[in-house]
């Protein structure tokens, strides 16, 4: 490693061997770990459907995962009940952990919703397209908790490009200065868009909580073992009231960046076959094989109700009804207001004047 730069936290090794590591002990049962196979592969499988989906003309846009399902499973099956996630608008891994529609993702992407799932009854906002408000937004909740002496851990997930966005940096200092229950995960797929990290820090991305006051860890991205047991210690600090953790994800972001990008045009196919050796869910198959754990009519079986549910869901996206026009006047206040009551008239009258006219 380059120098003033720590080895990732790995507990899986690219070849499927399980590693101890001194500061984050984790003990996993057969039956976990099989959950947490199970996890990835359908997050995969959701998000090959978003995709195709969008080639097909149902979704505006699709934000992939591929590649990220460790960092997302694994952080995600680290959190408690209580807890809360403010995600970016890739965390589809981490909705679907919380227990979130798919189909409410996908509604987000084909126009028809602004969210369309509740917050409070998942512990996940929604997601958020402006690049890096979510990291004001967990540690303002967070400073909210730790007044309401809550047993409670927050969690916001960020890219690496965000990191250079302002709002990142105010929330690491505010939550470092106010002691906020708060971690912050970043998934440094090394593209923030076409944009290598080299680009975006002059530092390890984990070393730049040290300037803010707070511990930074760099974890194995594509190692769900690992991205599990150093963001559960994470989340327990902050419930201990001891402040904030930035956890850098090093992993890789094999897909697109959207569906409205190219990475051909950015990166070569040398590092793509590099990274797709490292895979996270082929890395869980080789351990579970390898120790016995799991045999084939498992995966198999794995395999077809992800298919299924994908299947399911393809059709629940082409049959879905578009909302009523006016409905973007919707939730816009909590009590009401009135100047959206006179634009929600006058655009219901509006609209009825093209029938007016018989429709042209």
């Known amino acids: 490693m380059e120098s003033g730069i720590t080895d990732p936290v790995q507990l899986l090794t690219a070849d499927g061997r399980r590693i101890e590591h001194p500061d984050y002990a984790i003990e996993v049962t057969p039956e976990e770990l099989r959950g947490l196979y ?16 969008q080639r097909q003309g149902e979704l505006a846009l699709w934000p992939s995962l591929l590649g990220q399902e460790a960092a997302q499973v694994g952080s995600a099956r680290a959190l408690l009940d209580t807890d809360h996630v403010f995600p970016s608008y890739r965390d589809h891994g981490v909705a679907l ?37 979510q990291a004001l937004h967990a540690t303002g909740y967070a400073m909210g908790v730790a007044k309401d002496e809550a047993e409670t851990a927050v969690i916001a997930y960020f890219g690496d490009g965000a990191t250079s966005q302002g709002d990142v940096s105010e929330a690491f200092n505010f939550a470092a200065v106010y002691d906020a229950p708060v971690v912050f995960l970043c998934q440094n797929n090394q593209w923030a868009i076409s944009e290598p990290t080299d680009k975006q820090s002059r530092v ?58 190219d990475p051909t045009r950015y990166r070569d196919a040398a590092e793509l076959a590099e990274w797709a050796a490292k895979d996270p869910i082929a890395r869980l198959k080789t351990h579970l094989l390898a120790d016995g754990l799991a045999d084939e009519d498992f995966f198999e079986a794995v395999d077809q109700e992800c298919e299924e549910r994908a299947l399911r869901l393809r059709e629940q996206v082409r049959s879905m009804p578009g909302p009523a026009t006016e409905a973007i006047f919707e939730h816009i206040y909590a009590d009401g207001h009135a100047l959206v009551d006179e634009e929600r008239a006058g655009f219901v009258h509006y609209e009825a004047s093209f029938a007016e006219r018989g429709g042209h």
């Open 38 to 53: 199970r996890d990835m592969v359908l997050a995969r499988r959701i998000d090959a459907e978003g995709v195709t989906l």
């Open 204 to 261: 390890p991305i984990y070393q730049r909580a040290a300037g803010f006051g707070f511990p930074g860890v760099r974890v194995d991205g594509n190692d769900v073992l690992a991205c599990l047991a150093v963001t559960r210690a994470a989340l327990a600090r902050a419930r201990r009231g001891e402040g904030p953790t930035l956890v850098e994800a090093f992993t890789y972001r094999m897909g697109a960046h959207t569906t409205s990008d």
């Open 97 to 133: 952990c919380r227990d979130v529609d798919p189909l409410k993702l996908l509604a987000m992407f084909r126009g028809v919703s602004n969210g369309g799932w509740d917050p409070i009854d998942h512990g996940f906002h929604l997601y958020t397209l402006v690049i890096g408000s």
